[in-house]
């Protein structure tokens, strides 16, 4: 038995994470990023790679700044890292400071109300709260508009209580290198901060490190590059491979007349073909919009999948593929060092970033490096 | 504070999932079904609801014979539902019959080497063990291929040792109610049992129980419809809703010269307009494709989503909104009931049950009615 078989066991599929493939992107992005302070986001469970274990092995590997977008994410994180700071993205929840000061943790403060409740929080608590402001400067999603920094400039005092502060800003544009936003925002930011008090700054997401030194700021956030997916889209990926996703071949089947195959019969072989039918669906993450455009990858030859992804399943072409390496029990490659999350995302219409958050939670999971 | 309020506690968002509509919901069907039992499918954790309490209030209401896609998903289940028949659809897999016959777990037998495998486990145990023959009749995705058929009714020996069995099969298009496909398959799936051994048929789906007492069987599978789906797309929806998902709005701003909103810069506002960013994305399920198209609804009114769907958060037009209805910790509607599923769906160019399997992690849970 194969090491993969056995840590498939009972499962119809197997998610394999590789933390030092990890670690060793966040190397790169710190060395990148220096002598700035290089962090790491961790939100939406590590990119659905589980925040607990890959945020081990990032503070093995000297990571010190931690993201995270919900409060819960926060707190189930600080159980895990009882010493990095811990910055909590989605901002400050109205009646739930105590929550935030009682872990430890650090809200950005996306507006003046935000601030003058952890503001409040702390002249409470009679000790000062750490806290990342948040300037917004074109995403218009969170953080301060910029009439309320010219408020808070204008009063600064309502930060009294909130130290050590961190400005902070987020670029909608990043991944475009010519894309004139990404300048404009941080003219913007430098304006904003000109007539702020002086405190350490946040600027680049993992593209925005590859935009140049001007935004490297004093602390980057890197998360999408950290699992493999590409901050340099149209360029080579300069990050590694993180994930690797294989799903059972079930069952195979010759087609020898012209029939259709799946939901709808939308989709019609002509035959001679070979089928197989494999564990894994929408259900488990791999869009239904990638039905009769996405493949998978079989030892080393690519299976296109044929007609609609059902909810547990999905049907592939492997004529072309020698029938015993294309058998039931053998495994297919639904993401991975061939197939990386970036290119499913294509024949999906979207972007890595969600095929990474999509996976589903009935794989048998296996981590290879790390702590683990 | 609202029960709402408390129920969200620290969360993001909010789910509330109704089991009394779900337990209604399978009365309705199962009304539709009589004479035949009337079954309930609990696969990918009961269409991302939760299979244990699901299971729970199904088996309240009646239900004694349920369906999952996995095995780990039947051991699971039979683990919070001790007695009833647990059919796992996408087969015996190779060396693991001991596991099945140890849960009390029927497999699905989708071809010869799994029925062979099924019968020599039950003859090592000196004992019949119960399958569902799975006869595929045009899905040419799981089941036996029709030689296989004819295979097994000239020599249905190879069947002994597997007792009780039932024959199944699975439509391809139930939900086009003119559709001649059903048909066809209905046809071939009599004339292939026709000639094997006499045993109650599985055959309709939750839209194969609406295209007429042909389609009955025995034993119907209804999913989709018991958490509100529609089974018959076209036609007013005939189920109860189930799902209801509210997010905190967490900001809002006011956008008084023409601005562009979210990654990417793809949204532009002409302004003067009001803004809500609202804590739900992508990796809480909301599919990225709906970037643009889809819509919340807030105090009764519609909110149109602006610009790209971000990983954890949306950002929604709430212009026309009177402004202390859409404030700071007010909740949008995400899905309910003037956003049932399918129309969600529909935003994203995708079908209801994708929707409901993507519902992500990161919601405080509610259950209504049913035994929680």
Request: glycine residues 12%.
């Amino acid at each position: 038995m194969t090491s993969e078989a056995a840590a498939l066991g009972r499962a119809g599929a197997l998610l394999t994470i590789d933390l030092d493939a990890v670690a060793g992107n966040w190397r790169r992005l710190s060395a990148r990023a220096a002598p700035a302070e290089c962090g790491a986001v961790l939100k939406a469970d590590g990119y659905g790679l589980g925040a607990a274990p890959v945020g081990r092995a990032l503070f093995a590997a000297g990571a010190r700044s931690f993201f995270v977008a919900h409060l819960e994410e926060g707190i189930a994180l600080r159980a895990v890292l009882p010493e990095p700071r811990i910055v909590v993205l989605n901002g400050l929840l109205p009646g739930l400071a105590a929550d935030y000061a009682a872990h430890d943790l650090i809200p950005a403060l996306n507006d003046l109300a935000e601030i003058a409740a952890w503001a409040g929080h702390a002249r409470a608590l009679g000790t000062a709260l750490p806290g990342f402001v948040h300037l917004d400067t074109g995403m218009n999603r969170l953080g301060l508009a910029p009439e309320d920094q010219e408020r808070l400039a204008a009063d600064p005092s309502v930060l009294d209580g909130v130290g050590p502060i961190a400005w902070m800003t987020h670029l909608a544009c990043a991944e475009e290198a010519g894309n004139p936003m990404s300048r404009e925002q941080l003219d913007r930011f430098r304006k904003a901060i000109a007539i702020l008090p002086k405190a350490p700054v946040s600027i680049a997401n993992s593209s925005g490190l590859f935009l140049g030194p001007d935004f490297r700021g004093d602390l980057a956030r890197p998360g999408a590059a950290l699992y493999g997916i590409n901050p340099t889209p149209g360029r080579p990926n300069p990050m590694a491979q993180v994930v690797r996703l294989q799903a059972r071949i079930l069952q195979t089947r010759r087609v020898d007349t012209p029939m259709t195959v799946g939901y709808g019969a939308a989709h019609r072989v002509e035959g001679p073909a070979r089928l197989a039918t494999i564990a894994v669906g929408y259900a488990d993450g791999l869009p239904r919009a990638a039905s009769g455009r996405g493949a998978v990858r079989i030892a080393g030859f690519t299976a296109p999948i044929t007609g609609r992804i059902s909810m547990d399943l999905i049907t592939v072409d492997v004529t072309h593929i020698p029938e015993a390496l294309a058998a039931p029990s053998a495994l297919a490659e639904v993401i991975g060092p061939e197939l990386p999350p970036d290119r499913v995302a294509e024949s999906a219409g979207t972007i890595g970033y969600e095929i990474l958050t999509s996976l589903g939670r009935r794989y048998a999971r296996r981590y290879l490096g790390g702590t683990e």
